[in-house]
Nanobody, 127 residues
Framework: QVQLVESGGGLVQPGGSLRLSCAAP????????IGWFRQAPGKEREGVSC????????LYADSVKDRFTTSRDNAKNTAFLQMNHLKPEDTAVYYC????????????????????WGQGTQVTVAS
């Protein structure tokens, strides 16, 4: 099972930007669909974005559409979540996750599809 490591979280003011990275040290992400999820205190885990193995049109939750962009660089075994125009309600622990159970052109915001999870990185949006 691929081991995923997130990085890039931190404290940012409203309107600011952060870029999260999801790396798979020593392993290939080529065969994994990547999803990004977040969980705020007292709330359920929410699918934020996902990107298929073949890098077709990513999916985004309505709450982040037009603000977040997901991408991947398979040569570097890394996926990215660029977060712009951050809002206080974006505050959460962010996780990347991988699955081989989806076809090459598909991805899903449903966390049940994903088998490999990173440890999470805290994103706090506050002034």
């Amino acid at each position: 099972q691929v081991q995923l490591v997130e990085s890039g979280g931190g404290l940012v003011q409203p309107g600011g930007s952060l870029r999260l990275s999801c790396a798979a040290p020593g392993m290939s992400l080529d065969y994994y669909t990547i999803g990004w999820f977040r969980q705020a205190p007292g709330k359920e885990r929410e699918g934020v974005s996902c990107i298929s193995r073949s890098v077709r049109q990513p999916l985004y939750a309505d709450s982040v559409k037009d603000r977040f962009t997901t991408s991947r660089d398979n040569a570097k075994n890394t996926a990215f979540l660029q977060m712009n125009h951050l809002k206080p309600e974006d505050t959460a622990v962010y996780y990347c996750a991988g699955t081989r159970r989806l076809s090459s052109g598909s991805c899903s915001l449903g966390h049940g599809w994903y088998d490999a999870w990173g440890q999470g990185t805290q994103v706090t949006v506050a002034s």
